[in-house]
C-alpha cells in the first residue's frame, strides 16, 4: 500500500534562518506531488507541484522553493525565513491522471512551521 | 486563488442530527471532491464527484453537485461526536494542463456535540 512521510512535524525557526521540509511517498512510482500551506487553520494554498523528478511548477510568488531530486520525494526548502512563512505545510501525492484528470489526493501528516 | 467557498463557516448540532455544508465555486469544473481535517493533521479524502453526474453517495455521505449554479452540498445524516472535523471542497478545473491540481475552499469548522 502507499503511504505518506513528511517531516518534521514541527519546527520553530528565527527570521532568517534556512529551511528544509521533507516528503516521500512509498509503494507507488511517478506520482505528482504537491506542496500546501495552510495558515490559520483555514483553507489551503498551493504553492508547488511537480509530475515527475526536476519539473517543479509554482503557483504563487514567494520565499520559498520546491525540488524533487528523486522520484518520489519532494523538498521545501528556503534560504532565508520570513515571519509570514509561518503556516502548517502539507505534502500530497496523487497518481497521475493527465490534463484535466481527477485526481484524489493522499496527504501527509503536515509540519507546523513557526517563525520566530 | 481560492475557488472554493464555503458555508458555513462553522456549524454545530447535536449527536444525532444531520449536518450540511456548501460549497460555491467560479470557474467551469472537472470534478469536485470533499476532504475531512481533524485539528492539526492532513487532509483525509471523502468523496469524488464529477461535473457529469448530479449526486453521489458513500455511507452516511450524500453529495450533489449543481454546475448551473456552480455549487455543491455535503450532507452527513446521523452524526457523531467523532464527525467533529474542518470540512473542505476542493475543485479540479476542466480542461488545460491542470494536471488534477485542486483549488480548495476556506472549509467549514463541524462541531458535533455528544
Known amino acids: 500500500s502507499q503511504t505518506i512521510h513528511q517531516w518534521p512535524a514541527t519546527l520553530v525557526q528565527p527570521v532568517g534562518s534556512p529551511l528544509s521540509l521533507e516528503c516521500t511517498v512509498e509503494g507507488t512510482s511517478n506520482p505528482n506531488l504537491y506542496w500546501y500551506r495552510q495558515a490559520a487553520g483555514r483553507g489551503l494554498q498551493l504553492l508547488f507541484y511537480?509530475?515527475?523528478?526536476?519539473?517543479i511548477s509554482s503557483e504563487v510568488p514567494q520565499n520559498l522553493s520546491a525540488s524533487r531530486p528523486q522520484d518520489r520525494q519532494f523538498i521545501l526548502s528556503s534560504k532565508k525565513l520570513l515571519l509570514s512563512d509561518s503556516g502548517f505545510y502539507l505534502c500530497?501525492?496523487?497518481?497521475?491522471?493527465?490534463?484535466?484528470?481527477?485526481?484524489?489526493?493522499?496527504f501527509g501528516a503536515g509540519s507546523r512551521l513557526t517563525v520566530l | 486563488s481560492q475557488q472554493g467557498e464555503e458555508d458555513p463557516q462553522a456549524l454545530s448540532i447535536q449527536e444525532g442530527e444531520n449536518a450540511t455544508m456548501n460549497c460555491s465555486y467560479k470557474?467551469?469544473?472537472?470534478?469536485l471532491q470533499w476532504y475531512r481535517q481533524n485539528s492539526g493533521r492532513g487532509l483525509v479524502h471523502l468523496i469524488l464527484?464529477?461535473?457529469?453526474?448530479r449526486e453521489k453517495h458513500s455511507g452516511r455521505l450524500r453529495v450533489t453537485l449543481d454546475t448551473s449554479k456552480k455549487s455543491s452540498s455535503l450532507l452527513i445524516t446521523a452524526s457523531r461526536a467523532a464527525d467533529t472535523a474542518s470540512y473542505f471542497c476542493?475543485?479540479?478545473?476542466?480542461?488545460?494542463?491542470?494536471?488534477?491540481?485542486?483549488?480548495f475552499g476556506q472549509g467549514t469548522i463541524l462541531t458535533v456535540h455528544p
Open positions: 470557474t467551469s469544473i472537472n470534478n
Open positions: 464527484i464529477r461535473s457529469n453526474e
Open positions: 511537480s509530475v515527475g523528478i526536476g519539473q
Open positions: 500530497a501525492w496523487s497518481s497521475v491522471a493527465g490534463p484535466g484528470g481527477a485526481n484524489v489526493l493522499t
Open positions: 476542493a475543485t479540479g478545473e476542466a480542461g488545460g494542463t491542470s494536471y488534477g491540481k485542486l483549488t
